[in-house]
């Protein structure tokens, strides 16, 4: 079985930025495809970032150009979010892109607020 934890969230004003990270461990000896997914209140979880393996990213219109998925070694993906906005406002997760095949972990609170 493979475990996620996200972690670096946190309380951020508007234009400030935070680089949240996913740890992966159990079954798992590489990750070689992962996303982000948040969910905001009352909203469905969505998907904003996803990398494939061979390095290839998608981001959701509402984050491209501002957020950055990226991998250092095997088991853990980042998401670089710069020019925070107060929509961002989230509970974030990592799992399976599009395909979330993984139990969900705790995910990683994000707050955008003046």
């Known amino acids: 079985q493979v475990q996620l934890v996200e972690s670096g969230g946190g309380l951020v004003q508007p234009g400030g930025s935070l680089r949240l990270s996913c740890a992966a461990s159990?079954?798992?000896?590489?990750?070689?495809?992962m996303g982000w997914y948040r969910q905001a209140p009352g909203k469905e979880r969505e998907l904003v970032a996803a990398m494939i393996s061979g390095g290839t990213t998608n981001y959701a219109d509402s984050v491209k150009g501002r957020f950055t998925i990226s991998k250092d070694g095997a088991k853990t993906v980042y998401l670089q979010m710069n020019s925070l906005k107060i929509e961002d406002t989230a509970v974030y997760y990592c799992n399976g892109p599009w395909n979330p095949i993984y139990k969900w972990g705790p995910g990683t609170q994000v707050t955008v607020s003046a």
């Open positions: 159990g079954s798992i000896v590489r990750i070689n495809n």
